[in-house]
């Protein structure tokens, strides 16, 4: 955990291990029921692949409000066809799970979140594939296609405060030869780092495999110039299902194996040495110690400001702290 897309444990007296990831973005399914529901079980697919294991099952839990009201239970329906879309085109059975309902408080109902707890196999722990850049030199290859899709962002929403238009599209067959492409590589040694991008972008994705390992942040350079006719905005920030950050050191073997299993790819870049930050050519430069602070410190402040506002409107806290 920490340095790769889902945790990886061993089993004990064999050569496999597990891979297990728990996912989704409520977000998504607050605009599209239907569509969230098909995104929460595909993007834990894609991070238990990332590792080298072939997903193998789900299990859930299914957080909504009162289904008595009718929007609700349209949510709640939804999302459930959505799972079963995804499950079903993944060949990923349901072997459990739970709902809990009437999550609301004055303000209105929960974002409806079916949380998809996703299992993998690998049949050989050697081959476990961490989310970091490691090796400078390496060629960082994108799998997949950047799109405009910034419908219910982490960009809309922290940058413009509003949660908005439609989710990223869900190509589910799509998703399938992606997961089968990387596979094939890991387990083919060509694959040296693999890092799903979802949540804030191609941008972010990178930052996070540069600065994962935080002893020692690696740097990266990289080319978007191929797609110079989407707004910056969403080539950086935008959310298109579907893609990984790979590095490699044999970037021609990545792309005939994405090329046999009909997945767009593309070398965008190479991995630079450890601390020299990421370059995104004609869009940003950002410093190791930037991203690094940025990404492993926000928990740590998250929960300081909480307390801090705690403290600030609770008298009893207050003569505590005193």
Avoid at 135 to 151: R, Y
Avoid at 260 to 265: F, L, M, T, Y
């Amino acid at each position: 955990p920490g340095h790769a897309d889902a945790a990886v444990i061993r089993i004990r007296g064999t050569k496999k291990a597990l891979a297990v990831k728990t996912d989704c973005n409520g977000r998504y399914v607050f605009l599209d029921p239907r569509v969230g529901g098909r995104i929460a079980v595909a993007e834990a697919a894609r991070n238990v692949a990332c590792t080298g294991a072939t997903p193998k099952a789900i299990t859930n839990c299914l957080n909504f409000g009162n289904p008595k009201k009718p929007e609700v239970f349209f949510q709640f329906r939804e999302a459930v066809y959505g799972m079963g879309d995804a499950c079903r085109a993944l060949e990923t059975p349901v072997t459990g799970g739970n709902v809990s309902l009437y999550n609301e408080n004055p303000q209105g109902a929960v974002y409806p979140t079916p949380t998809i707890g996703m299992v993998g196999l690998l049949d050989d722990a050697a081959h476990a594939t961490r989310m970091d850049f490691t090796t400078a030199g390496d060629a960082i290859v994108l799998l997949g296609e950047n799109t405009d899709e910034l419908g219910g962002s982490e960009y809309l929403a922290w940058i413009h405060g509003v949660v908005a238009g439609a989710p990223p599209a869900c190509d589910l067959e799509g998703e399938k030869r992606l997961i089968a492409a990387i596979l094939e590589a890991i387990r083919a040694g060509h694959v040296r780092s693999a890092h799903d991008c979802a949540e804030g972008g191609l941008a972010v994705a990178l930052a996070e495999c540069c600065i994962a390992d935080r002893t020692k942040p690696m740097g990266a350079t990289v080319d978007l110039a191929a797609w110079a006719g989407l707004a910056p905005r969403a080539l950086l920030f935008g959310e298109a299902q579907g893609r990984i950050v790979v590095s490699t050191p044999d970037a021609a073997a990545v792309l005939a194996v994405a090329a046999r299993h009909g997945v767009p790819a593309r070398v965008i870049g190479s991995v630079a040495e450890a601390g020299a930050g990421l370059t995104i050519a004609g869009h940003l430069r950002l410093a190791a110690a930037t991203m690094a602070e940025a990404y492993h410190e926000a928990l740590p402040r998250a929960m300081a400001r909480a307390a801090a506002e705690a403290i600030t409107q609770d008298p009893a806290l207050q003569g505590g702290a005193a």
